[in-house]
T-cell receptor, first 110, second 114 residues
Framework: QKEVEQNSGPLSVPEGAIASLNCTYSDRGSQSFFWYRQYSGKSPELIMS??SNGDKEDGRFTAQLNKASQYVSLLIRDSQPSDSATYLC??????????WGAGTKLIIKP | DTAVSQTPKYLVTQMGNDKSIKCEQNLGHDTMYWYKQDSKKFLKIMFS???????INETVPNRFSPKSPDKAHLNLHINSLELGDSAVYFC?????FGQGNTAFFGQGTRLTVV
């Protein structure tokens, strides 16, 4: 059974702080990892993708991947109230199918 | 100009009814998807079509029947609706099947079965 797990939250972070979102996956053969943001009542949108171990930075967002630990995370620096959303982790398996986590609700408090 | 559009946005219906949700994409993508997102926000793929051919059919009751008249359209028909079918259904498309991560999503259809 392929699984992607996330803490459902809510994760509450003060404005300006670093928000850290975590995701674990079950299949060691997974090669591609994605973070989506979903605002309430809206559709998911891709914000980060990562394929190799280490860090990948894009603006205030940093994705971190550790394949040995089967762990991927998303850091949001200088958190803003507009970052308040549910963050979905998705993992692509060898058959190209995406498996999704249930998401972590992030609340940025002004 | 909306890339992936689905209709209706809201659908309230009684148990036992049959309903359809329509989806169209104007991106020229080859692959389209239907996802179901339940009340706990868990997003699960239901079907995927590539160039009008079914390539993913997850464990979905056969009351759900997708239809793709052409690669720009993927409609979802649901027979004999049940309370547990209440969810948000998202249509999505991607350039190719291997690029499912870069899928563009429609705005969702919130289905409520009463």
């Amino acid at each position: 059974q392929k699984e992607v797990e996330q803490n459902s939250g809510p994760l509450s972070v003060p404005e300006g702080a670093i928000a850290s979102l975590n995701c674990t996956y079950s299949d060691r053969g997974s090669q591609s990892f994605f973070w989506y943001r979903q605002y309430s009542g809206k559709s998911p949108e891709l914000i980060m993708s990562i394929y190799s171990n280490g860090d990948k930075e894009d603006g205030r967002f940093t994705a971190q991947l550790n394949k040995a630990s089967q762990y991927v995370s998303l850091l949001i620096r200088d958190s803003q109230p507009s970052d308040s959303a549910t963050y979905l982790c998705a993992v692509r398996y060898s058959n190209y199918q995406l498996i999704w986590g249930a998401g972590t609700k992030l609340i940025i408090k002004p | 100009d909306t890339a992936v559009s689905q209709t209706p946005k809201y659908l309230v219906t009684q148990m036992g009814n049959d309903k359809s949700i329509k989806c169209e994409q104007n991106l020229g993508h080859d692959t389209m998807y239907w996802y179901k997102q339940d009340s706990k926000k868990f997003l699960k793929i239901m079907f995927s079509y590539n160039n009008k051919e079914l390539i993913i059919n997850e464990t979905v009751p056969n009351r759900f029947s997708p239809k793709s008249p052409d690669k720009a359209h993927l409609n979802l028909h649901i027979n004999s609706l049940e309370l547990g079918d209440s969810a948000v259904y998202f249509c999505a498309s991607s350039q190719t099947f291997g690029q499912g991560n870069t899928a563009f999503f429609g705005q969702g259809t919130r289905l409520t079965v009463v």
